[in-house]
Nanobody, 117 residues
Framework: QVQLVESGGGLVQAGGSLRLSCTAS????????MGWFRRAPGKEREFVAG????????SYADLVKGRFTISGDNAKKTVYLQMNSLNPEDTAVYYC??????????WGQGTQVTVSS
């Protein structure tokens, strides 16, 4: 099992920035990558960004390209999401996830991000 704990959510004005963090514990050696998803009110959960511990290129959803940056520290099993130029449409619960092969198998509890206009 892998446990994921997120932090860094909160309330920010439009145009502002937030940085989310997620640290994995447990059988972290089984994880091949980590990423972030989000679920906005009334919407389905969607992929935001992901990275692979092998060093493969990071990936982003089109809606956040150029504004969000994912990074990670493999030694600390921690992944970050730097979010800039936030807008109200970014309001959502953000979830950290850990991937085993091609399956997002482990999930954090989520952290709320609210962007006011």
């Amino acid at each position: 099992q892998v446990q994921l704990v997120e932090s860094g959510g909160g309330l920010v004005q439009a145009g502002g920035s937030l940085r989310l963090s997620c640290t994995a514990s447990g059988r972290t050696s089984s994880s091949h990558g980590m990423g972030w998803f989000r679920r906005a009110p009334g919407k389905e959960r969607e992929f935001v960004a992901g990275l692979d511990w092998s060093g493969a290129p990071t990936s982003y959803a089109d809606l956040v390209k150029g504004r969000f940056t994912i990074s990670g520290d493999n030694a600390k099993k921690t992944v970050y999401l730097q979010m800039n130029s936030l807008n109200p449409e970014d309001t959502a619960v953000y979830y950290c996830a850990a991937r085993v092969n091609n399956v997002w198998r482990y999930w954090g509890q989520g952290t709320q991000v609210t962007v006011s206009s």
